[in-house]
């Protein structure tokens, strides 16, 4: 019996009709091998995952696959979204095996969860040859079966423990981290490394920061080739905003075309800070059609934000997407088709499949004559009404609390820096469905979908991404009331995710038990839990004045810092909080009236420094620390910027306060 028809995640739905009896994963899964006396497969992946996709259509919707699973195997079937945990205790076994991981990933397992073999796809053929295999190993080799288990639960174990070496991350460490950067980077295409290339948004904010710190033009370069190469590239949406998930060749030609939100959050901060720094036309539009692809493309009814598009639509990669030179003539006639073809470099030949292209800019259209511009907006909404035609991917709806924290962060920021308010009021709805639906009884959970709470429990990343974004709320609209959320969260992140010696755990002290307690320190496609839980501990205690939070993160943060300098490529969050420590960070608080609009308010977020927190308000408005007792100066709208809670003068200028923020 399938028993996913009742899962709230949507990957698992699209399991709920295979011949394989799959079970959710629980508690009862387990105590049936175990009564079985079969070992456990564990297949983990996620809705937008290509393939997930295709290993699904080949083996788990076939019926001799199903009869041959469900013979031998208790199957359960994981969204690693859902269960972050269970994924990295895992994806932790099969690197450990095979030296390479991905999705899907398939585990065999005792009935007591501990693995023996480990994989990611396998073809049909493989996939019947290797059931086969590992059902007659369970029932002829048990012994050895069961002792390679427990070597691997030794291995990972090591792998994630805590403790170790720990440092400050001090100037030497970061400059160290981003001449690291410099080394790896791609001077020609932009990035780094080669095929498969991902946007590196987190190095990228880290650069950001080290440049407003040492200058570096160097760190400025990278940052701004990298951008501009990823926006005119295939891997962004030319036609609706949005970056994929990552592009299969060097150059950002081809994407592996799923959306996913956390990394359109992360980038979305990436263009904003890039344009407050530089005034970089291409930056400040693509940060502005991505903010809006997200509030538009991946908004639920209920206020969040979805997790990602398909890579698939109706079973084909790339399908709502691709172009040739007929198309475009077709949808806009001759002269403007022939333009767009030059435009978008699609040609006969095509670039991705079957004579088809992705479109990519291959011309300026952000600083060119008025009328270009015109025609080219022109084409772009004539070609997206066209695709809106075709079929379409699918969308994973359920709301991840910590990449929609990610996102409020990133849409507060763009708000506050543009004056837009649709993004703006976007951020404060989902922070609402945060607080409202993800907190429950006092502590949070991971998952919702259509405004239902799921069971799965949140993980670090969840506690520091969502107490960021609370932070970053309760300075976009002076409430007092994020700020008093944001320290509950991280308080329980103190009391129930903290480890001996300034580490932190993945999962919470009263958690479900894994065979092992993941506690992974590096940043991969988001901030590891533990840059995370730093980032908003920094912001709060910068807010509030608390120390202890201060404390708490300098501590974590130390235990992070000996990677840093060796693999700067996996620890991008936790430089970018490491040069918010170094520059204070700044606290700065504009006493006015009219917060919105007020020339000193959009002084302060053009010219912080790295990291710092800004507050704007009445004089001693309730719940705000950083406006208490500070008057205006002779009835003037007053600024007051802090490093460390030692103030600068206070200064009713905006050339006066430019230059205190200038003297860092």
Request: net charge negative; with cysteine; proline share 6%.
């Amino acid at each position: 019996m399938n028993r996913l028809a009742d899962a709230t995640s949507p990957y698992l739905l699209q399991h709920a009709d295979n011949p394989v009896d799959w079970w959710p994963w629980c508690e009862e899964a387990f105590a049936e091998a175990k009564r079985r006396d079969v070992p456990v497969l564990i297949s983990v992946g996620y809705a937008a995952c290509h393939w997930c996709h295709v290993m699904a259509h080949e083996s788990f919707e076939h019926e001799q696959v199903g009869a041959l699973v469900n013979d031998d195997f208790v199957a359960i079937k994981v969204d690693r979204e859902e269960r972050p945990d269970v994924d990295a205790v895992y994806m932790t076994a099969t690197q450990a095996m095979t030296g390479q991981g991905g999705w899907p990933m398939t585990v065999f397992a005792t009935p007591d969860g501990t693995p023996f073999f480990c994989g990611t796809y396998f073809p049909r053929a493989n996939f019947v040859r290797l059931l086969q295999s590992v059902a007659a190993a369970w029932r002829d080799q048990r012994d050895a079966v069961i002792s390679q288990g427990a070597a691997v639960v030794e291995a990972i174990g090591g792998a994630q423990a805590v403790g170790g070496p720990t440092a400050p991350l001090d100037t030497a460490l970061l400059d160290a981290a981003a001449d690291q950067l410099a080394e790896e980077y791609d001077a020609t295409n932009g990035g780094f490394g080669g095929a498969p290339k991902f946007p590196p948004h987190m190095n990228l904010l880290f650069l950001l920061r080290h440049h407003q710190r040492t200058g570096s033009q160097r760190s400025l370069e990278i940052t701004r080739h990298t951008c501009e190469a990823m926006a005119r590239g295939g891997i962004y949406d030319q036609l609706a905003g949005g970056f994929a998930r990552y592009s299969v060749d060097g150059h950002w030609t081809v994407p592996h075309f799923e959306k996913m939100l956390y990394d359109n959050a992360l980038l979305l901060r990436t263009y904003t800070q890039l344009w407050r720094l530089t005034g970089d036309p291409l930056a400040a539009r693509v940060a502005a059609e991505t903010a809006a692809f997200m509030i538009d493309d991946l908004g639920t009814p209920e206020g969040g934000l979805a997790s990602a598009l398909d890579a698939d639509t109706e079973g084909v990669e790339g399908l709502t997407y691709s172009w040739t030179p007929a198309q475009l003539v077709e949808a806009l006639g001759e002269d403007d088709g022939r333009f767009a073809a030059d435009l978008f470099a699609v040609t006969e030949e095509g670039s991705f499949e079957h004579g088809t292209s992705v479109l990519r800019l291959a011309r300026d259209v952000d600083d060119v004559a008025p009328d270009v511009a015109a025609r080219w907006e022109r084409i772009r909404a004539r070609l997206r009404e066209v695709r809106d035609t075709r079929p379409q991917p699918a969308r994973d709806d359920k709301v991840v609390a910590a990449w929609n924290g990610l996102a409020v962060t990133a849409l507060v920021e763009h708000g506050a820096l543009t004056g837009d308010p649709v993004t703006a009021a976007a951020a404060v709805r989902i922070g609402e469905v945060l607080a409202d639906r993800h907190i429950v009884d006092g502590r949070l959970r991971r998952v919702s979908r259509a405004g239902v709470v799921g069971e799965p429990a949140g993980v670090l990343e969840d506690h520091g991404c969502v107490a960021e974004a609370f932070c970053a709320l309760h300075q976009l609209t002076g409430e007092g009331r994020w700020l008093t959320l944001a320290g509950r969260l991280l308080d329980v992140a103190l009391e129930r995710f903290a480890a001996p010696g300034g580490g932190f755990y993945d999962t919470a002290d009263d958690a479900e038990r894994l065979v092992t307690r993941p506690a992974d320190p590096t940043d991969n496609a988001t901030p590891s839990g533990r840059s995370a839980i730093v980032a908003a501990l920094v912001a709060y205690a910068a807010l509030t004045g608390e120390t202890r939070y201060r404390e708490a993160a300098e501590a974590a943060l130390s235990t992070v810092a000996p990677i840093v300098g060796r693999h700067a490529r996996f620890t991008g969050y936790a430089a970018t909080v490491g040069e918010a420590l170094l520059s204070g960070p700044y606290e700065i608080a504009v006493v006015t009236d009219e917060p919105t609009g007020d020339p000193l308010v959009a002084a302060a977020h053009r010219h912080a420094p790295p990291g710092a927190v800004i507050v704007a308000g009445r004089p001693g408005q309730p719940g705000v620390p950083l406006l208490a007792d500070r008057p205006m100066v002779d009835g003037r709208p007053t600024a007051y910027a802090c490093r460390g809670f030692v103030c600068e003068r206070p200064v009713t200028t905006v050339d006066d306060l430019v230059g205190q923020l200038a003297r860092r």
